[in-house]
C-alpha cells in the first residue's frame, strides 16, 4: 500500500471508546485513490509471532462511554493475548483534557469488566509498568521530549491558533492538504532562546525529514510505504504542557513492553508518524495491526445518529455479556467455518490476526439478538428469571410467586430476544379479559363449531380432577372426540378464548397458568 495523503495535525481522533463518536479522519477513506492495496502481501499466519510472549494494550479514551467498536479492539486485544500466552494491559490515555469526561474512565472499567475483559495490568490492578493513566506520567514525556529537542528531531513552535487557523484556511482555498506550513522550523537557535526567554507561549513538534520514505508492514494491510513529505510536522507537546496522543502512546508503548498494536484503522493514517518516533528514538517497531471499521447497514461508520452504540446502552437493553461479545467477535474476523456460537475461551483458542479483514463489518442489531436469543435460552431458570422480572411487574404482573414467574419466564423464552420484551406476551395473564382485534377471530369463537368446542371444554374442565398440563392436553384430545372438531377448527377458538392469541405456547401451559377459575370465566365470556 502506497500512502502520499498527509494526515491533518490532530491530536488523538474521537476514538471508538466513545460514543459520540461520529467522525473518522478524512484522509483515510475508503474512496482515497491515493492508496493501493495488495492483497498478496497479506501473508499474516501463526509463524508470524516471535519468540517473544506478547504483550498489547487496550488504550481507551475517558471521554464518554465504551463504544462497541472500543469493545471489540478490547476483545480482540485480549483473544490475542490469551491464545498466545501474554499479558494484555490497560491503560488509560487521558491527556487531552479537553475532551476529558469525569467518571468517564470508572464507566469504560465498568462495561469492560461485565462484558468479561480481564486485565493482567493497568490502573487499579497493579503491574510492573506503571503508572497505566497518562495524566500521572507526565515527566516521563518531558524528558522524551527534552532528548528530541537536544537531537534536533523537535523544534519548538510559537504559532498561535490564530496564525494556524489562517494558514489553514490558504491552504484549503488553494485545494491543498490542510498541514502545518513549517514556518518555525527555520526560526534560529537566538530566536528560539529570546521567545522562550519573554514567555512566548509554545508547542513542540515532529521535525519530519523533507525527503526520502519509510516502510511499515501492518499485520492486517500488508507492506505500506509512505513518503516524508506526506507526513505533517505533528505537535508532540502542546501549550498547556501535556504531550499529544502521538508522543504519549509510543512513549508508553515502549516503556510498557507492548510487542503489538492492535488498534481501529483510524489510526493507521497516525502511524508512520509513530514509526518514525521509534526510530528517532532508535527503538524496536512493535507490529502493527488496524482493524477495519464498524458500519451501518447503510455502510456509513457506525455511530449514535443511526442507534445505540454504547456498551452500556446494550447492556440495560437486556443484552447478555456473552451475547455481545460473541456477536462483535465475529464482526470483522472469522473462525474459518459456519459456526456462530462461542464461548469467550472458545475464541481465544480460534483467534488468529490473519483471519481479521481489511472491509468494514456490518453491525447488524437483527443478528445481535438472534445471539441473545440464543443466550436467553441457554439461561438456568433463576438467571432468567431475575432479567425478566422488572419487565414483567412493569407489564402488571406479580412476580411475588417465585415459582410461577420462573415458569412464566421459562415459557415465552423461545419467543423473545430481550427480557424487555416479555411483557408483550404476558398480558393475558394480567388482565380479567381478553379482547379479540378482529372479525376473523371473533368469528372463530362465534362459530357454530367454536361454540361447541367452547362448551364441551367448560363441561370436561369443571369435572377434571388435576388442574394440570398433561391432563388438560388429554381433555382437549377427549373435547376433539366429543364433538368432531379438530385442527385449526378446534384449537384457534380455546387459543383465542383463553389468550386472545392465535398463537403461543401449548395450550396445556397457557390454561395450567391461568388456573381453572380464569379459564372457565373466560370460555363462558365467549359462549354468551
Known sequence: MLVRTAPKDTDKPVSDTDARMNSTDSSMTENDNSMTENDNSMTVNDNSMTATTPRV?????????????????????????????GTLVLRIEDTDRSRYVEGAAE????????????FDEGPGIGGDHGPYVQSERAAMYAGHVTRLLDEGKAYHCFCTPEELDASRQRQIAAKRDAAYDRRCRSLSEADVRARLEAGHPYTVRLKVPLAGQLQLRDLIRGDITVFHDAIDDQVLMKSDGFPTYHLANVVDDHLMGITHVIRGEEWLPSTPKHVLLYEFFGWETPQFAHLPLLLNADRSKLSKRQGDVAVEDFRAKGILPEALVNFVALLGWNPGDDRELFTFDELAAAFSLDRV?????????????????????????????????????????????????????????????????????????VHDTVSLDNDTQRAAVTSEDGQRVLARFAERAAGLDAWERDGIKAMVKQVQQDTGVKGKGLFMPLRLAHSGEEHGPDLGIVCELLGREACLTRIHACLE
Open 357 to 429: 479483514s481489511k472491509a468494514g463489518a456490518v453491525f447488524d442489531m437483527e443478528k445481535l439478538r438472534w445471539f441473545n436469543a440464543q443466550y436467553l435460552r441457554a439461561l438456568p431458570a433463576d438467571a432468567l428469571t431475575t432479567l425478566c422480572a422488572p419487565w414483567m411487574r412493569e407489564a402488571g404482573f406479580d412476580t411475588a410467586d417465585q415459582a410461577r414467574t420462573e415458569t412464566v419466564a421459562a415459557t415465552f423464552a423461545n419467543y423473545i430476544s430481550l427480557p424487555s420484551e416479555i411483557g408483550a406476551f404476558i398480558g393475558f395473564l
Open 107 to 118: 464507566n469504560l472499567a465498568t462495561a469492560l469488566a461485565w462484558a468479561g475483559i480481564d
Open 57 to 85: 494494550r487496550f488504550a481507551p479514551s475517558p471521554t464518554g462511554y465504551l463504544h462497541v467498536g472500543g469493545l471489540r479492539t478490547a476483545l480482540y486485544n485480549a483473544l490475542f493475548a490469551r491464545r498466545y500466552g
